[in-house]
């Protein structure tokens, strides 16, 4: 499994809307609310051949009250 985090700026009064949407949606291994330029920070685990891209354009993107998203990718580095 291959995790990435993707952070999350949501349109105003919408991030519960969007974090509910996310957790019921069941693609996420754990959401946080964050301050800063951005309201919440994801992070999903794919299976090794999964292409990160197209699953955040396909699961995420469409999440209603999205405005904008910034991903993650991590390396193993230890």
Do not use: R, W
Request: proline share 3%; aromatic share 12%.
């Amino acid at each position: 499994m291959i995790p990435f985090f993707v952070m999350i700026k949501c349109k105003l009064g919408e991030t519960y809307k969007v974090a509910n949407a996310i957790a019921d949606a069941e693609i996420a291994s754990e959401i946080y609310s964050t301050s800063g330029d951005y309201d919440l920070l994801v992070k999903f685990y794919v299976e090794d051949e999964t292409d990160i891209g197209h699953f955040v354009n396909e699961k995420v993107h469409p999440v209603d009250g999205i405005q904008d998203t910034k991903t993650i990718i991590t390396f193993k580095a230890f």
